[in-house]
């Protein structure tokens, strides 16, 4: 059983729409939570972080944790065709120490 | 703020020869950074961890004798591939923190062995 999984798509959206991204991890003991957005050929860079149940709001992005079912996910509103790209969630896991565990990752297109 | 470099961003090299690559922490002092692989359409795949003035600690089937990791300084770690071969041309990629569990990613080094 993967530790994180993510559906690897691609999600097709249309310019403006919602984006919504999903995550679910094995590991009830996690605590910590990322999203990482990587473009082609490049390295990935951090969206947002998330450690308590809830929402979590960054400009058009909201990252959403619900611990009690094991998931997290990272909406996008207004999307734009900027935003395609793969994005990966990770998790860091007491069995783990302190290294990430990605998923493999959700590739969005977003279609002008 | 955060920001990770690594150089070269790209590398050819002969098969048989070792190639460095240099990852630094420009804004902070990095207690612990991170290698990672990635080969095309695949996630990242940890190859070690290491901490300032201490050993690497190598994911399970990494070899530490061929993958040569040295973290001298809290600003500068590097991986250094020795008697490359074609298998190991991919992306490496470095990573990060002050401490904190947010890991910030390097640019990445694109390595092609002929």
């Known amino acids: 059983q993967k530790e994180v999984e993510q559906n690897s798509g691609p999600l097709s959206v249309p310019e403006g729409a919602i984006a919504s991204l999903n995550c679910t991890y094995s590991?009830?003991?996690?605590?910590?939570f990322f999203w990482y957005r990587q473009y082609s050929g490049k390295s990935p860079e951090l969206i947002m972080s998330?450690?308590?149940?809830g929402d979590k709001e960054d400009g058009r992005f909201t990252a959403q944790l619900n611990k009690a079912s094991q998931y997290v996910s990272l909406l996008i509103r207004d999307s734009q065709p900027s935003d395609s790209a793969t994005y990966l969630c990770?998790?860091?896991?007491?069995?783990?120490?302190?290294?990430?565990?990605f998923g493999a990752g959700t590739i969005l297109r977003v279609k002008s | 703020g955060a920001v990770v470099s690594q150089h070269p961003s790209w590398v050819i090299c002969k098969s048989g020869t070792s190639v460095k690559i240099e990852c630094r922490s420009l804004?902070?002092?990095?207690?612990?950074m991170f290698w990672y692989r990635q080969f095309p359409k695949q996630s990242l795949m940890l190859m070690a961890t290491?901490?300032?003035?201490?050993?690497?600690?190598?994911e399970q089937g990494v070899e530490k004798d061929k993958f040569l990791i040295n973290h001298a300084s809290l600003t500068l770690s590097t991986l250094t591939v020795t008697s490359a071969h074609p298998e190991d041309s991919s992306f490496y990629i470095c990573?990060?923190?002050?401490?904190?569990?947010?890991?910030?990613f390097g640019p990445g080094t694109r390595l092609l062995v002929l």
């Open positions: 998330i450690y308590s149940n």
């Open positions: 290491s901490n300032e003035g201490s050993k690497a600690t190598y």
């Open positions: 990770a998790v860091i896991t007491p069995d783990y120490g302190n290294k990430l565990v």
């Open positions: 990573s990060a923190t002050d401490g904190e569990e947010t890991q910030y």
């Open positions: 590991d009830r003991g996690s605590q910590s």
């Open positions: 804004d902070f002092q990095a207690t612990t």
